[in-house]
């Protein structure tokens, strides 16, 4: 075959050898700059975030959440006994004047413990007139029986009459005996009329002495008898009295206990003034005083703060609180305003942890606010505490510290190069650190060290190993 016979095979075998040598070209080139590309890399400076040290005033503070609350609050309480259901509640913050209804219970069972104690304090006083009267029957009776002419003096009367007429007729008997002895001595008359004068004389004798034995009867036994049982029937009617008096008082007591506490079952205002609901427990999400809600004695029902000393309190953490102590520094910031208060107290003993707070120990704290307008029981506020103030003193950025068990470091960017050295802290707050000792004012730190340099990884990876070779 001739070179005329395939043109389109010479032409492409031109055009494909010219882009094969194009594309050497372009490796040798590539080729040529690489090492060039990786030699400026590796000599172009990094940039880094840094900060310049500087003293400054720091101020160390913790904050917590909290609300607002009075610090002399006017309770008021259920003042009815036992159990009772709210029937109506005033609505909470509702400025009210005093006397003004607060509260409605129900006042079913009370009204029916007046009516039945109506019916108890009547029916003592009934009963204790009754008892007077027994009273006064047994003080006449034993009155009577002691009086003259009364049934002992009329029985000694009438026992004594029978004793003198006895004696007169064993006196007529002994002489009627004494000359019938001597007709008898002398035969005018026979034996049989002397024994008959002689029976009649013993027999008005034994009458005699019968008398005389009735009369020490009435005397030594009858009369004490007598008057035994009538003093005590006396006192028994006097200490019935003594008791039906205190039965009729305690009755009446609670009867007029009964009305009492019908009357407090509507439940007024003690003073004018703002009302608030007591404030309920932490894991609960409505109050305890409702419509229908069960209420007893002596539990708080509503408050009446003193809008003119207002407190908050706030839970401290146990790591800080030690810190803290009255008359620290606070600032309270509400949704208008910024109030400058101090610390009233500390809590000495922690309030309880549970589930709802995370078990997170803390110290209730008051902070005490300045008399000012438009604070109101239930505001929130954020409260910063100052702990510490520390005036024109050398600053690192929290940031720009790795702490190790082997100390703190951090890197000091001198001539273009970070250089890792150990520093001395002290006090500190969210963002910055006291330097106590190893950089000069003026001197570069670099910020987030971990991330940016490369030996700062292997910096704690060394503080770990020693660690637990010390383990």
Request: hydrophobic residues 35%; glycine residues 6%; charged residues 25%.
């Amino acid at each position: 075959m001739t070179s005329s016979d395939n043109p389109i095979s010479l032409s492409n075998g031109s055009t494909l050898g010219w882009k094969r040598g194009l594309v050497v070209v372009l490796l040798c080139g590539f080729a040529s700059l690489v090492p060039i590309y990786y030699w400026n890399e590796a000599e172009a400076p990094k940039s880094y975030l840094t900060h310049i040290i500087e003293k400054e005033n720091l101020v160390v503070s913790v904050t917590e959440q909290g609300t607002l609350e009075s610090s002399n609050n006017t309770e008021v309480k259920c003042k009815v006994r036992g159990f009772n259901t709210v029937t109506w509640v005033v609505e909470v913050g509702t400025e009210v004047n005093e006397g003004d209804e607060l509260v409605r219970l129900d006042t079913k069972i009370i009204e029916e413990s007046v009516s039945l104690q109506k019916t108890n304090r009547d029916s003592a006083r009934a009963e204790l007139e009754r008892t007077k009267a027994d009273v006064a029957k047994s003080q006449i009776t034993r009155d009577a029986y002691e009086a003259k002419e009364g049934r002992y003096d009329t029985q000694w009367q009438a026992l004594n009459n029978s004793k003198i007429l006895a004696e007169k007729r064993l006196a007529t008997a002994t002489k009627v005996l004494d000359r019938t002895e001597k007709l008898y001595s002398r035969g005018y008359i026979n034996k049989f009329e002397l024994e008959q004068d002689r029976f009649q004389a013993t027999q008005r004798r034994l009458e005699l002495q019968v008398i005389v034995k009735q009369i020490e009867v009435l005397e030594n036994y009858t009369k004490k008898m007598q008057m035994a049982t009538l003093n005590g029937n006396l006192l028994a009617n006097k200490s019935k009295k003594q008791a039906d008096e205190a039965g009729l008082e305690m009755d009446t007591i609670r009867l007029e206990r009964a009305k009492e506490e019908l009357l407090n079952c509507v439940i007024r205002a003690p003073r004018s003034g703002l009302v608030i609901y007591p404030s309920s427990a932490e894991w609960k999400e409505t109050p305890d005083i409702t419509e229908g809600a069960t209420v007893r004695k002596d539990q708080i029902l509503l408050l009446m703060p003193d809008l003119k000393k207002m407190q908050v309190k706030v839970g401290i953490h146990e790591s800080v609180v030690h810190r803290i102590s009255s008359g620290s520094e606070a600032v309270v910031r509400l949704t208008e305003q910024e109030v400058y208060a101090k610390v009233s107290s500390v809590a000495t003993v922690t309030k309880p942890a549970g589930w709802w707070t995370g078990n997170v120990v803390k110290y209730d704290t008051i902070i005490e606010l300045p008399d000012g307008k438009g604070l109101k029981p239930g505001m929130s506020a954020d409260v910063e505490i100052i702990i510490a103030r520390y005036s024109n003193v050398l600053t690192i950025p929290v940031a720009a510290v790795l702490q190790t068990e082997e100390g703190n470091f951090c890197w000091v960017l001198t001539a273009g190069k970070p250089k890792r050295r150990l520093i001395e802290l002290g006090d500190s707050n969210e963002l910055f650190i006291v330097v106590n000792a190893g950089l000069q004012e003026g001197e570069e730190v670099i910020l987030n060290p971990l991330a940016h340099i490369d030996d700062a990884p292997s910096t704690v990876q060394e503080s770990l190993g020693k660690t637990a070779q010390d383990g």
